[in-house]
């Protein structure tokens, strides 16, 4: 019995070792079907985070803060103003310019007036030369005897005299119209010098409130208020969430297939494995981390290690998922990438393909215009 007993035993354990080895045949064949249909298709890595634009707000003038209408992680519009500065010395500047316009516009008007009265006085030294001539003319026939020689020379004096007068009136005229350039006030030099300095101190008070260049989320405020800051200091920013998106980098030998367009699936440890986003490779970046990096490394030299580099690779997600579950700035994603479809390019031949762009003085400057027109046309019927 004792025999009978140790050979079920053995032929037990070897059928145990045999489905083992059975299983384990099976499992390895269901991995080389899965890797050879799918898996050899796919590279994936863990080292990849939410990339996104910080759009930084900054001073654009030497100014006292009053008001903070923002503060971190509050969602702002574009357009929605963010921060305040004292008006006062610009608008001051404004009062100052608009002044500066009525005056010369006036000085202009007096300069075209004084140039009109100048070729009146041109015409009348013209119609004195005329009758000095007709003098002169009449007495030199009339020498014979009807008038001296005398009376003969100052009528050619006259007409020296005359001459010399309508010289110097017509160099007055010449003067007077070259200081005016010509008779529209509106295009007048010292007119247009003095609207572009309007413009300029509307343009500065009009940067007396600032407002958010795009939607977003309020990030790194260190403004106060009562703090003076200086133009150029940074005061918040803004980051468009809306429109992050991943930097996955992968190992150069997991490059070779990926092409541009390719789908790509994202996880995050923020919302697990529950929700999956969508993307797509946008482009995969022109040189490793190493090479870009404030101490590149030195190749050339002889203490040479080879390591394995890696490449950023930028993945554009789907802003209707991106909408339903929000993502920050820096949080760590892993991405799988489906290199089946090879037809993309291995570079992208993207031009500009996304643009950015924030507000500019265009509403400053309109209003400038009208205020300039407003000011001549007042300034020049009062001269009137």
């Known amino acids: 019995m004792t025999t009978e007993a140790q050979m079920r035993r053995t032929v037990r354990r070897r059928l145990g070792v045999a489905a083992i080895f059975c299983l384990c045949l099976l499992a390895a064949a269901v991995y080389a079907v899965h890797w050879y249909l799918q898996g050899r298709f796919h590279e994936t890595t863990d080292d990849a985070y939410v990339a996104g634009n910080i759009v930084a707000i900054t001073a654009r003038e030497n100014a006292t803060i009053t008001a903070l209408l923002a503060d971190n992680t509050e969602a702002v519009r574009q357009r929605q103003p963010l921060v305040e500065f004292d008006p006062a010395v610009a608008r001051i500047a404004v009062s100052a310019a608009e002044a500066n316009l009525a005056r010369v516009v006036r000085s202009v008007r007096g300069a075209i007036a004084s140039a009109d009265t100048y070729q009146s006085r041109l015409a009348q030294a013209e119609v004195q030369l005329a009758g000095a001539r007709s003098d002169y003319e009449r007495r030199q026939s009339a020498l014979a005897g009807a008038v001296s020689r005398e009376e003969v020379n100052h009528a050619r004096e006259a007409v020296q005299g005359a001459e010399a007068a309508v010289n110097a009136a017509r160099s007055d005229v010449v003067q007077s119209r070259a200081a005016i350039a010509g008779t529209d006030i509106a295009v007048n ?196």
């Open 189 to 384: 030099p010292d007119v247009l010098a003095a609207a572009a300095q309007l413009r300029a101190a509307m343009v500065t008070l009009s940067h007396m409130r600032l407002t958010a260049p795009l939607d977003g989320v309020v990030a790194q405020r260190t403004a106060q208020v009562g703090q003076r800051v200086a133009a150029g200091a940074t005061l918040m920013s803004v980051v468009p969430l809306a429109g992050v998106w991943i930097d996955a980098n992968f190992k150069e030998m997991q490059l070779s297939g990926m092409r541009v367009g390719q789908k790509v699936s994202i996880t995050t440890d923020l919302y697990g494995g529950k929700v999956i986003y969508h993307g797509h490779i946008q482009g995969l970046g022109a040189g490793s981390g190493s090479a870009f990096s404030l101490l590149p490394p030195q190749n050339a030299s002889g203490n040479w290690i080879k390591i394995v580099q890696r490449v950023p690779v930028r993945i554009a997600l789907d802003a209707a998922e991106l909408r339903d579950h929000p993502l920050r700035i820096g949080l760590s994603v892993a991405a799988d990438v489906d290199i089946n479809d090879q037809s993309g390019p291995a570079v992208t031949n993207a031009v500009g393909s996304s643009p950015m762009r924030t507000e500019t003085d265009d509403a400053a400057l309109a209003a400038a215009d009208v205020a300039v027109a407003r000011i001549i046309a007042a300034n020049r019927a009062a001269a009137r």
